[in-house]
């Protein structure tokens, strides 16, 4: 149980188009979910908070306008790179806090990784 | 503000135990939770303290002294597919965003 669902695994666009990435939650409903960037070798770096029906919280740094991330269901959180540059290029995760059973956990996502070009 | 910190790499062999240790600042505290990550994985649950003292779940044990902001992991028996990245991590009691340390790179050899 407590599966997140993360589409598309890895994703190719071209410099100044934009990416959805797609978290589900398969059989709970997640009121949050947070999403991280991870460079590689690095530690996965907070980048927003997004609550069902309302605006997400990010960070200290990070672009809101660049980063738009949409919580519209209980089930369902998205987050879009607009007018990505070769920059934004990262392994992308969005997490979910495991409820009942594993105590103290949160699930991932399979992660998206991203490549602008 | 939340800081966590582990050694950066960690190298052991077949069947050994090896201990990944993590110190932590923090404004509240609500739990030390690890985290294993394979090459182009996502992050795992392993292990979650709220209290001192040891939790034990298979192969894989944690430890956690609130009043040292102090805890380690310790991994027993271990075998190659061990070969991984963990990582530590505490809850922010406000909304329950997950920060994590900078990772350990685990390598098992043979």
């Known amino acids: 149980g407590a599966v997140v669902s993360q589409h598309p695994s890895r994703v190719i666009c071209k410099s100044g188009t934009s990416v959805k990435i797609e978290c589900r939650s398969l059989?709970?409903?997640?009121?949050?979910m947070f999403w991280y960037r991870q460079f590689p070798k690095k530690s996965l770096m907070l980048m927003a908070t997004s609550n069902e029906g309302s605006k997400a919280t990010y960070e200290q740094g990070v672009e809101k306008d660049k980063f738009l991330i949409n919580h519209a269901s209980l089930t369902l959180s998205t987050l879009t790179v607009t007018s990505a540059h070769p920059e934004d290029s990262s392994f992308y995760i969005c997490s979910a806090e495991i409820s009942g059973g594993r105590v103290g956990g949160y699930t991932f996502g399979s992660g998206t990784r991203l490549t602008v070009v | 503000g939340q800081s966590l910190e582990q050694p950066s790499e960690v190298t052991a062999v077949e069947g050994a135990i090896v201990q990944i240790n993590c110190t932590y600042q923090?404004?509240?505290?609500?739990?030390l939770s690890w985290y294993q990550q394979h090459d182009g994985g996502a992050p795992t649950f392993l292990s979650y303290n709220a209290l001192d003292g040891l939790e034990e779940t298979g192969r894989f044990s944690s430890f956690l002294s609130r009043s040292d902001s102090y805890g380690y992991l310790l991994l027993q028996e271990l075998q190659m597919k061990d070969s991984a990245s963990y990582f530590c991590?505490?809850?922010?009691?406000?909304?329950?965003?997950?920060?994590f340390g900078q990772g350990t790179e685990l390598s098992v050899k043979p």
């Open positions: 991590a505490v809850r922010d009691g406000q909304g329950g965003k997950l920060i």
């Open positions: 059989d709970f409903q997640a009121t949050t």
């Open positions: 923090t404004s509240g505290f609500y739990g």
